[in-house]
């Protein structure tokens, strides 16, 4: 039974605006909360979700965006995470916040264990865990270990965190994405029980199944805007779908198309297990080829396994992993990312500062760090050859860089991504694999990165781009596949893709 | 930041700054400091810790530690001597043996790090405890001498004149060339040199510092063999770091592990050797020492792992990884040495050395961490 609460808007926040260096996030948002609801938000990667809940957590402290922020009413200037908890607002983020060594007792009441004489009150804060554990019709014991619970309970526990502190208002980001279907039931069933009890919820997911499961309104974001917000009953999938990728494609990519030759590379029935998580599947029995010369975009949404799939096949996964790959007919086994390179293959990782860079160290040390055996002369470096090959490169990909002997660090986004690349192409690959390769990069060099990519076809290596842009999947693909949950959900030709094709795919739409 | 193509840069100029000036302070304060006697003990005392320190960088800036070199050097010491001394081995069968024991020690701890994933910490710890047990136990707890020759030269030798000055006059033309090759190699590429007369000073200077000090040594009994040693294994070492693949390889893991994974480098492989060379080095110094003192003692080498680390970080290394050049470790070293020459002469208490040299090594860390903030900023 629920109780007649909508009118009263618990929280409401009017034209946002977040700009980052070279990307608006957030382009005049406006979106509320009833009191009792289950608001549900969505939208592709990068629609800027996060965003818009790390400014009402107050992760973004009030002056860091424009806009206004009410939360019962009240004017809201959080000025961090402690102002919007005080406000009953309480975050459950996909990476959990738990103490994995500590009791669930010990979790809930972590940084306020209740003091009886300045020392710990174990009993009652065993007792008041219970007491929580209880009202969510939760079995769990408050004195076991977290790490001994499964995924599905410890997010169960931080929402009982979250309510022990008073919060009548919670959100959670990506709540199902790690859960099995038992979990994601019980947590359904919580929710709706909380909901009798008057709590309001923002709900974060692209799995819109769900959403038309739990939530009573779903607001869509595009690109930083907000497209429309629907009651649950007045919209369909199809309608959401539209409204996610709903964007004109006025952006001209440079793409070169090339009569794409032979299969350069195959992957068939590949597999990768979670290394944490036993039996758990992370990529599920995908195969697909490439073509000399031919652009494979693959698309996808968080989760979807795409960078676990480029890992497996450049041999950096670090679980169990099945499957076979085969370079230009033969077959490949790469037990490390240096029998990939070896072997032919490139990846320009997703991020670059933590996977593609040494930072502290020069543009010409880290474009030569692949490929020293081709600078090197019996045993050593030769320094007047890393000059010269450094240098070829910085002109060839156009690298702004003062000299070659600046900290990378130094570099603009952009510039450090063509550094990785420059690094990649050293090892003349026969197949190129990018993941997001234009993320947080400014428009020009974004270009550029696909005029390298066009060169490269046209030399007959085969790409393979993880995006998730849209619109550059469209604009530089030959052929498209679509992941979804580790397993491939769609391939098709560039002439017959469209974005809502794509994110029907990737959301598991018909 | 103007560079040489040895790592000269503005954190080993400090240091170098700091060396002058305590050097100064304790001329002034202790009439013996300056004499040629004290220089020579300098370098005679800093050229063990040095050996050490200069393997010690690579480990530190891979990111991990070694805490077992003191034992080491006491256990590889006390080996070749036995099998010089006891078992009548030739000298040169016995300091192979030697090093093939340090090199054997470097490749156990290492695999056990690199590829087992035990934190370097807790395995050269143990090694620590274990090679002190071992050294004891091979010298049945007695103290052996080592015979005259060739062996006990190592340590308590001087270079005769005729090669000192062969040397220097080779290290002047050395520095020469460099200076002029670097600048119009560098000119070549379009960096910014200095201008000729500057270059010229400089050449001066250096000239100037090398042929100095070899004066000084020179006049109480020359160059010691056992810094003679350490140059060249410095050089060694330094050129290893500076133009091999593998020195590029340890500094890009200790830069960043992940992105040195991903770009092909054979991480727990470089990892291993980096313990190998710094065993080899342990080695070197183990014999050193024991013909330093003329006899292998089950203590050789106590605490040197701490002086090794000191050296380091006071030259510039980094423990964060992917920070620290040889040449500041042997300036480190030599910092050390005269610290503790200087608070010798000038009577300070024991526990008051201890406490400076503390003191010394939190300060040097301290600015070390201040000039990156200033970086970042």
């Known amino acids: 039974m629920r109780e007649d609460m909508s009118g009263e808007i618990v929280i409401k926040m009017q034209n946002i605006v977040k700009e980052f260096p070279g990307v608006r996030a957030l382009d005049d948002v406006t979106f509320d909360v009833r009191k009792g609801e289950i608001h549900a938000l969505c939208g592709e990667n990068g629609a800027g979700k996060s965003t818009l809940i790390k400014i009402l957590s107050g992760l973004y402290p009030y002056g860091t965006y424009e806009g206004s922020i009410e939360v019962h009413g009240q004017s809201a200037k959080f000025k961090g995470i402690r102002d919007s908890e005080s406000e009953g607002i309480g975050v459950i983020y996909q990476e959990l916040s738990l103490v994995p060594e500590m009791s669930v007792g010990e979790n809930v009441f972590l940084g306020r264990e209740p003091r009886k004489f300045g020392m710990v009150d174990w009993e009652k804060m065993m007792f008041n865990t219970r007491k929580v554990l209880d009202e969510l019709g939760l079995n769990i014991n408050p004195r076991s270990r977290i790490k001994y619970l499964g995924i599905g309970k410890q997010q169960l526990v931080e929402i009982a965190k979250a309510l022990s502190l008073n919060s009548n208002i919670l959100i959670l980001d990506e709540p199902t994405a790690a859960l099995t279907e038992t979990d994601v039931e019980l947590l359904m069933g919580i929710l709706k029980k909380l909901k009798e009890r008057g709590v309001s919820c923002i709900y974060i997911s692209h799995k819109l199944d769900e959403l038309f499961q739990i939530a009573d309104r779903i607001t869509v974001l595009r690109d930083g805007k907000t497209i429309k917000t629907h009651e649950v009953n007045d919209v369909d999938k199809h309608t959401l779908i539209s409204e996610m990728v709903g964007r004109e494609l006025t952006e001209m990519f440079p793409k070169v198309r090339v009569e794409p030759g032979e299969v350069v590379f195959e992957v068939k029935n590949i597999s990768a297990y979670n290394p944490d998580v036993e039996g758990r599947k992370l990529v599920d029995d995908v195969s697909f080829k490439v073509r000399a010369g031919e652009v494979l975009g693959i698309s996808g949404l968080m989760g979807a396994g795409r960078t676990e799939l480029l890992n497996v096949i450049f041999g950096a996964h670090n679980g169990r992993t099945e499957g076979e790959i085969f370079l230009n007919g033969s077959k490949i086994k790469n037990r490390s990312p240096r029998d990939a390179i070896e072997a032919g293959f490139g990846l320009i990782s997703e991020d670059r500062k933590k996977y593609g860079l040494v930072l502290i160290q020069s543009v010409s040390k880290n474009i030569t760090l692949s490929a020293l055996k081709r600078v090197v002369a019996r045993f050593f470096i030769n320094l007047n050859k890393e000059h010269r090959y450094s240098e070829n490169m910085v002109q060839d990909l156009n690298i702004k860089t003062p000299n070659l002997e600046v900290e990378v660090n130094t570099l603009s986004g952009g510039n450090q991504q063509k550094v990785v690349i420059a690094k990649s192409l050293m090892t003349q690959p026969k197949v190129l694999f990018l993941d997001e390769p234009t993320r947080g990069i400014d428009v020009g060099a974004k270009t550029e990165i696909y005029q390298i990519i066009n060169k490269l076809v046209a030399e007959g290596v085969g790409v393979i781009m993880v995006s998730s842009e849209l619109p550059e999947i469209l604009g530089m693909s030959d052929r498209v596949m679509v992941m979804r949950e580790g397993v491939k959900a769609a391939e098709m030709d560039i002439g017959e893709a469209t974005q809502e094709k794509i994110m029907y795919a990737a959301t598991g739409g018909q | ?377």
């Open chain 2, 1 to 377: 930041m103007k560079k040489l193509a040895i790592k000269f840069d503005i954190r080993t100029y400090t240091m170098i700054f700091a060396l002058i000036a305590l050097w100064i302070y304790f001329g002034i304060t202790e009439e013996r400091f300056i004499a040629p006697q004290n220089f020579s003990n300098v370098f005679n005392n800093m050229s063990l810790v040095a050996l050490l320190a200069i393997g010690m960088v690579l480990i530190i800036v891979a990111g991990h530690i070694d805490l077992s070199v003191g034992s080491v050097v006491g256990f590889t010491g006390a080996v070749t001597t036995l099998l010089y001394a006891n078992y009548n081995w030739s000298p040169y069968m016995a300091v192979c043996a030697g090093l093939a024991t340090g090199m054997l020690v470097g490749l156990v701890q290492g695999y056990i790090t690199a590829y087992l994933g035990v934190p370097a910490f807790i395995v050269t710890l143990g090694g620590l405890l274990m090679f002190r047990g071992a050294t004891i136990w091979v010298l049945k707890g007695v103290t052996v001498s080592l015979p005259e020759g060739w062996v006990r030269g190592l340590g308590v030798a001087y270079l005769p004149r005729e090669f000192g000055i062969a040397l220097t006059a080779i290290a002047v033309i050395s520095v020469v060339v460099f200076f002029i090759w670097n600048r119009n190699s560098r000119k070549r590429y379009g960096f910014v040199v200095d201008s000729f007369p500057v270059t010229i000073a400089k050449i001066i200077v250096a000239s100037a510092v090398i042929i100095g000090f070899v004066f000084v040594l020179e006049s109480y009994k020359g160059i010691p063999m056992a810094f003679i040693l350490l140059l060249f294994l410095a050089l060694f070492v330094g050129f290893l770091v500076a133009r091999t693949p593998f020195g590029r390889h340890v500094f890009a893991i200790g830069g960043n592990k992940e992105a040195a994974k991903l770009s092909g480098i054979n991480v727990k492989h470089r990892v291993m050797m980096v313990f190998v060379l710094m065993g080899f080095l342990s080695a070197v110094a183990g014999i050193v020492f024991a013909a330093k003192t003329g006899s292998a003692n089950p203590k050789n080498g106590e605490l040197y792992e701490l002086y090794a680390i000191a050296s380091c970080v006071i030259g510039g290394t980094s423990m964060a990884g992917g920070k620290g050049t040889i040449i500041g470790a042997v300036v480190g070293a030599l910092l050390m040495a005269s610290l503790d020459y200087g608070m010798f002469y000038a009577n300070w208490e024991n526990s008051f050395q201890y406490i400076a040299k503390g003191l010394v090594l939190i300060i040097a860390v301290f600015v070390d961490v201040m000039s990156q903030k200033d970086k970042s900023d």
